[in-house]
């Protein structure tokens, strides 16, 4: 009976783990149970990475990846970083136009982290990375292109602590919100509902004039 049981079809999965192990109510309930979890703990990740990070794994729209696809330099020198690289969807256009360049995606959230390893992996680009860390606590000073969609709070951050390590020439890439305080070389509209506009920076060799160092005053003060 035993094994005329696991041969014959028309006993299903769940008749035989019945057998072996729980009565099949208890089957359907821990199935229920396992179905739930599945689509609850990603669901609740995502919720808890979004409010720490300031912005959810919103992908960039299809008119803005064909628009990107246009605007990006041609040849980089130096390595290519995704900034908040979400569920990888920027990455199999940066590894088409970029096949021999260093990629390097960072993504705090676990789960879009998880697709885009998985993106690596399907890409076969040998030098794409993706890491689970801040792109805040990354070295630039080898870089060629930044690329990023981020929010304004992230973009003011990235003017203070990520801009001035990058080497002059490289080229820095978002759509949607700017850089605060620095001219974009060329802006580039899309033909979306919102004209989504794609800024694109090049690092100019800084032109800050030295202040001579004034005289002290006997009290001391500058
Ligand atoms: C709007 S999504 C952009 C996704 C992808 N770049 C695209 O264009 O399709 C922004 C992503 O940046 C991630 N993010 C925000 N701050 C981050 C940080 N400091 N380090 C790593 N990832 C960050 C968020 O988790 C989110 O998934």
């Known amino acids: ?70 605007i990006l330099p041609e040849h980089i020198t130096g ?50 990375t993706i890491h689970q860390k801040s792109f805040y606590k990354s070295d630039y000073s080898k870089a060629g292109l930044i690329v990023c969609y981020l929010f304004p709070t992230a973009m003011k951050h990235i003017v203070k602590k990520i801009y001035p390590e990058l080497p002059v020439g490289c080229w820095l890439i978002t759509h949607t919100f700017r850089l605060p305080d620095i001219s974009p070389v060329t802006t580039l509209y899309c033909h979306d509902i919102y004209h989504t506009p794609i800024y694109v920076y090049q690092k100019q060799i800084s032109l800050q004039v030295q202040r001579k160092p004034q005289k002290e005053l006997p009290d001391g003060r500058g």
């Open 1 to 70: 009976m035993a094994f005329h049981c696991w041969a014959d079809p028309k006993y299903g999965s769940g008749y035989i783990a019945s057998k072996l192990f729980l009565p099949r109510t208890d089957m359907s309930f821990l199935f229920t149970v396992t179905a739930l979890m599945l689509l609850t703990v990603p669901a609740v990740s995502i919720v808890i990475w979004s409010l720490l990070m300031g912005i959810t794994p919103t992908p960039s729209s299809q008119p803005i990846k064909k628009n990107l696809k246009k």
């Open 79 to 128: 390595s290519i970083h995704e900034l908040g690289c979400g569920w990888g969807h920027l990455l199999p256009l940066l590894a088409k136009t970029y096949p021999e360049s260093i990629i390097i995606g960072y993504e705090r959230s676990y789960f879009p982290f998880l697709i885009s390893k998985l993106c690596t992996y399907l890409l076969k680009h040998q030098r794409l």
